[in-house]
């Protein structure tokens, strides 16, 4: 194989995923990734050429995400969530700029001695974020996936985080343990099974049980909230679908009818967070 430029392979990479409907930037991500390079080191190192082996696994990944939208998270294992680098694979959700929107939020909204707990944490990708930015928090995390949890603890271990985490459905373990607890965050399942068809080719690289929820998109969101009323938290915290602000709002008014939950939008001026004070 002939041992192109940067900029030559770059050139072919741009137009090959064009040609696939496919999002031409992917492929300078990805040789930042294998290169070990910035953006303008792309640009400085233009006519500098690849070595072989570099290349063969380029045209691999292109390829394959050309054919099949593979997420470039899944060829470098590696997600950055909240200026952090964060491993992930096929058994978490990859992290989505929206949920650090609500990271952001919440950050706003703690005094930073409170107990929180993030429901469904996946990679740990909110615990260990809010733990590093206030680190006098008490954070657990749960996920009924083990596989999750297994990433969780690498990330946190990554990070230098201490996390206590805890494996079971939604806030059951926490209720089980008997934690006190003054915040709950979730980034649930939110996605309506009527809507599996309108969704990208690179949401089937997302484990199922991280994206679908029945009824409509709210099950995660009904069971977290009569869980939490068990807890008597002070706050609650949910990543929403653009279109379930009313309806995750009446289920918190429901179980706690002294709060009155605000609808936060996201930077596309979308319904994204549910807060309430309890």
Same mark, same amino acid.
């Given at each position: 194989?002939?041992?192109?430029?940067?900029?030559?392979?770059? %050139?072919?990479?741009?137009?090959?995923?064009?040609?696939?409907?496919?999002?031409?930037?992917?492929?300078?991500?990805?040789?930042?990734?294998?290169?070990?390079?910035?953006?303008?080191?792309?640009?400085?190192?233009?006519?500098?050429?690849?070595?072989?082996?570099?290349?063969?696994?380029?045209?691999?990944? &292109?390829?394959?995400?050309?054919?099949?939208?593979?997420?470039?998270?899944?060829?470098?294992?590696? *997600?950055?969530? =909240?200026?952090?680098?964060?491993?992930?694979?096929?058994?978490?959700?990859?992290?989505?700029?929206?949920?650090?929107?609500?990271?952001? =939020?919440?950050?706003? %909204?703690?005094?930073?001695?409170?107990?929180?707990?993030?429901?469904?944490?996946?990679?740990? &990708?909110? *615990?260990?974020?809010? %733990?590093?930015?206030?680190?006098?928090?008490?954070?657990?995390?749960?996920?009924?996936?083990?596989?999750?949890?297994?990433?969780?603890?690498?990330?946190?271990?990554?990070?230098?985080?201490? &996390?206590?985490?805890?494996?079971?459905?939604?806030?059951?373990?926490?209720?089980?343990?008997?934690?006190?607890?003054?915040?709950?965050?979730?980034?649930?399942?939110?996605?309506?099974?009527?809507?599996?068809?309108?969704?990208?080719?690179?949401?089937?690289?997302?484990?199922?049980?991280?994206?679908?929820?029945?009824?409509?998109?709210? =099950?995660?969101?009904?069971?977290?909230?009569?869980? *939490?009323?068990?807890?008597?938290?002070?706050?609650?915290?949910?990543?929403?679908? =653009?279109?379930?602000?009313?309806?995750?709002?009446?289920?918190?008014?429901?179980?706690?009818?002294?709060?009155?939950?605000?609808?936060?939008?996201?930077?596309?001026?979308?319904?994204?967070?549910?807060?309430?004070?309890?």
């Amino acid at each position: 194989m002939k041992q192109p430029t940067i900029q030559e392979a770059r %050139k072919w990479a741009s137009s090959f995923l064009q040609t696939h409907n496919r999002e031409e930037r992917v492929a300078d991500l990805m040789l930042c990734y294998l290169l070990d390079a910035t953006m303008s080191g792309l640009f400085m190192d233009a006519h500098e050429k690849l070595e072989t082996k570099t290349y063969e696994t380029f045209v691999e990944w &292109i390829e394959s995400h050309a054919a099949t939208g593979k997420p470039l998270e899944h060829f470098t294992n590696t *997600a950055t969530f =909240y200026e952090r680098d964060f491993y992930v694979d096929e058994n978490v959700l990859i992290p989505r700029p929206e949920t650090e929107e609500l990271v952001q =939020y919440l950050l706003g %909204k703690l005094s930073g001695t409170e107990t929180v707990v993030d429901v469904g944490t996946g990679s740990g &990708i909110i *615990a260990i974020s809010l %733990k590093k930015e206030l680190p006098d928090l008490r954070v657990l995390a749960t996920d009924l996936s083990h596989e999750a949890l297994q990433i969780a603890r690498r990330n946190a271990m990554t990070h230098d985080a201490d &996390i206590e985490f805890l494996q079971g459905s939604f806030l059951e373990p926490v209720i089980e343990a008997g934690h006190n607890i003054d915040v709950v965050v979730s980034n649930p399942p939110y996605i309506a099974q009527s809507d599996r068809d309108s969704l990208s080719d690179t949401v089937i690289f997302d484990p199922e049980m991280a994206l679908f929820a029945e009824n409509n998109g709210l =099950y995660a969101y009904e069971q977290i909230i009569a869980q *939490a009323k068990r807890l008597e938290p002070k706050q609650l915290a949910f990543e929403i679908g =653009y279109q379930q602000g009313e309806a995750v709002s009446k289920l918190i008014q429901q179980a706690f009818s002294a709060s009155s939950p605000e609808i936060i939008q996201d930077i596309n001026k979308k319904d994204r967070i549910v807060f309430a004070a309890c």
